[in-house]
């Protein structure tokens, strides 16, 4: 596009927003839609009017509530999130706040919106689903306006900022110092009214409810040779809550297995209150089923409303408390936030998130930082890796585990505006060469490090890659920190049957965001992998030591080991 054809179409824009505001004034709907023309020459409508073609499957129910809807018995219910998005209750609503409301959160999920209004909302402008106060991520809470880093701006990209350092942290005291290790924790928020023709994040009868609801998963034998129990039968287990038909094989736990996610945040958040850890390493799958609910592509310095709500719901209502709040967590992506079987999710609004947060830290598929505990004479080198290659697959192949799968990604699906995979058949080779970029990217920097420590953080567990991580143990990797499977394992580096890395590496995938990959019950224990099925680690490091605690949901320490450096 040419520079006249560009500044052609804002001035043309521009020219239509006036006159939006001008019929807003003059109490007209707008009867054309706002075209917004991006730099590659792409018309797309930003905004419209309830006629619009794009709104076709909401315009009969919207009119209906905006008319007699709004007074029935139950309207309170289904328009609950009308405060929110449009400023104003559901009976004072206008029909523009009810287009809004169904364009950003529709209480039905076949009957959305495909474009907001344009005019004549309560609180404009109309185009955000937050009454006229859009979340940004421009600029990280704490940083001033001229710092224009990493650690303060957003790349114009979600890939703008890979292989970079994050600020280093200072720690200053001389007190036990401790990490906390967590993955695979996000459950499904429930309570989320999806939009663009997405299904709600239920999967069982009581499922939509406020806060986090955990992913009922298939259960196999230990050699994952014979499924005891899939995904639909445990399920009724969650229906039931274990009374038949839930079938013994399932070994479905009341009280347990319906609740991780918070049982582990208890436990969590007990021990950061005695502990005080200084951070939190956290191995992704951060967001169940699929990530933010939401298409990849919005721009890096804005937050969407589903990441508002998925955030809100499943991690800043969860993990707060004394030792605990305001503490930064050191994140990678998991392949269910790349959406699990559907590349096209919103995966590059958690990185946003990272500038909307003061704790929340995700500047890229991967990254690298270091902790410096100035009064204790020693420090951290980080290298945080985005491991999820090993489930982009052939289209054709495995489509439940499969985040390249030809079955669940739309034939047009394209994160091009976010600089990942640009269809379906490229999404494979998209994600091989990100991971052939990092093994380079981290194999020249490693043996560079003069840190006292150096600890690798990525999603998939212990046993992948094994050769690869055994040349970075022999350049001077002390750790590996993984998760996926969901369950607490600390493999020790002379376990020889099954570790051939050299190294002290724990597998943190009991965060309860999904159902462990065995029965969480302790009498019966003949499939488990480790030593928990859902948990977390607690680290206390030293200059001379790291000392491995495996934490259970109720608190209990399952297993401990001492890891020293390797230099």
């Known amino acids: 596009m040419s520079l006249f054809t560009s500044l052609l179409?804002?001035?043309?824009?521009?020219?239509?927003?006036?006159?939006?505001g001008s019929a807003k004034q003059n109490g007209t709907a707008l009867r054309k839609s706002v075209v917004q023309v991006a730099a590659n020459?792409?018309?797309?409508a930003t905004c419209g009017p309830l006629d619009a073609p794009e709104n076709a499957q909401c315009k009969e129910v919207v009119e209906w509530a905006a008319g007699g809807?709004?007074?029935?018995?139950?309207?309170g219910s289904w328009y609950r999130n009308m405060p929110n998005i449009a400023g104003v209750k559901h009976d004072q609503a206008t029909l523009a706040d009810f287009q809004r409301l169904y364009y950003c959160a529709p209480p039905g999920k076949d009957k959305?919106?495909?474009?907001?209004?344009?005019?004549?909302?309560s609180e404009p402008p109309c185009t955000d689903c937050f009454a006229g106060h859009q979340l940004y991520a421009s600029m990280r809470p704490g940083?001033?306006?001229?710092?224009?880093?990493?650690?303060c701006v957003p790349p114009k990209t979600a890939m703008g900022y890979k292989g970079q350092h994050w600020p280093t942290t200072v720690v200053h005291g001389a007190q036990e110092m401790h990490i906390f290790a967590i993955g695979d924790w996000g459950g499904m928020d429930g309570s989320l009214d999806t939009a663009q023709g997405r299904p709600n994040i239920v999967a069982y009868d009581w499922g939509k409810r406020p806060g986090p609801s955990v992913f009922p998963r298939s259960r196999w034998n230990k050699a994952h040779t014979v499924q005891l129990c899939d995904h639909k039968q445990l399920v009724e287990c969650f229906n039931t809550r274990g009374q038949p038909p839930c079938i013994p094989e399932c070994g479905y736990v009341p009280g347990v297995d319906d609740n991780p996610q918070i049982l582990v945040a208890e436990a969590f958040k007990a021990r950061a209150a005695l502990k005080d850890p200084q951070y939190i390493l956290n191995v992704g799958d951060n967001f169940y089923w699929g990530g933010i609910e939401k298409t990849c592509g919005e721009p890096m310095n804005k937050i969407a409303y589903p990441t508002k709500h998925q955030f809100d719901q499943i991690f800043e209502g969860v993990y707060q408390g004394a030792g605990l709040s305001h503490k930064p967590w050191f994140s990678v992506l998991g392949n269910h936030d790349w959406g699990g079987f559907k590349f096209g999710n919103a995966w590059d609004q958690q990185m946003s998130y990272t500038w909307a947060s003061n704790r929340?830290?995700?500047?890229?598929p991967y990254y690298k930082t270091s902790v410096s505990y100035a009064d204790l004479g020693f420090d951290v080198d980080y290298y945080f890796l985005d491991s999820n290659f090993v489930d982009a697959k052939p289209p054709e192949e495995d489509p439940n585990h499969n985040m390249c799968s030809r079955k669940n990604?739309?034939?047009s699906a394209t994160c091009g505006a976010a600089d990942g995979p640009t269809s379906v058949d490229s999404c494979p080779a998209w994600f091989a060469a990100l991971w052939a970029e990092q093994k380079d990217w981290v194999t020249q920097l490693l043996p560079k490090s003069q840190a006292t420590w150096q600890i690798a953080v990525t999603h998939f567990p212990c046993g992948h890659e094994q050769g690869f991580y055994k040349g970075l143990a022999n350049m001077g990797l002390d750790l590996l920190v993984t998760g996926h499977r969901h369950d607490q394992e600390l493999w020790f580096p002379d376990d020889y049957a099954k570790n051939h890395m050299g190294?002290?590496?724990i597998v943190t995938g009991g965060g309860g965001g999904i159902t462990s990959e065995a029965t969480p019950d302790p009498d019966h224990t003949e499939d488990w992998y480790g030593e928990a099925q859902y948990g977390f680690y607690d680290l206390t490091i030293s200059k001379s030591e790291i000392f491995i605690e495996s934490i259970n949901y109720d608190g209990e320490v399952m297993l401990t080991h001492t890891v020293y450096p390797s230099r």
């Open 143 to 151: 940083c001033d306006g001229n710092d224009r880093s990493i650690g």
């Open 69 to 75: 809807g709004k007074w029935d018995t139950k309207a």
């Open 503 to 505: 190294i002290t590496c």
């Open 41 to 44: 020459g792409a018309a797309t």
């Open 360 to 364: 929340w830290v995700l500047p890229a």
């Open 409 to 411: 990604n739309k034939p």
């Open 112 to 121: 959305f919106c495909g474009l907001p209004p344009c005019t004549g909302c």
């Open 9 to 20: 179409a804002v001035v043309l824009l521009a020219g239509t927003v006036a006159e939006a």
